[in-house]
């Protein structure tokens, strides 16, 4: 399956613009444990605390993202890839944003 992300981020990030929570999301690759899901943010929208898989990574496709945790806070642009933290998390849309979310549930 070949999937072109930059179209699909753009089509959520439009969505996201018109949508009354500011947000579109849609899962684009599922095989057994693994899920990505592409999620597009309106600048200030959250994404409110949650608890976090197994192992999951955030990789920012555009705009700029904030990630909470109790005590902390990185914020990570375009092009960045980071692992989650196994603890509970937030993320706010500094910018217009759209993140790539690959987790591993069991």
């Known amino acids: ?5 930059t179209a699909l981020a753009d089509e959520h990030l439009a969505a996201a613009r018109t949508a009354p929570h500011g947000r579109s999301a849609h899962l684009v690759l ?15 929208t959250a994404l409110d605390e949650h608890t976090s898989p197994p192992a999951a990574s955030l990789q920012v496709l555009s705009g700029r993202v904030r990630l909470t945790a109790p005590g902390w806070t990185d914020e990570l642009a375009t092009g960045v890839l980071r692992m989650l933290p196994k603890e509970r998390h937030g993320l706010t849309a500094v910018d217009d ?5 690959t987790a591993v549930n069991d």
């Open 30 to 44: 599922h095989d057994g444990v693994l899920r990505q899901t592409v999620i597009a943010l309106k600048a200030g």
């Open 97 to 101: 944003s759209v993140v790539l979310l």
């Open 1 to 5: 399956m070949n999937l072109d992300l």
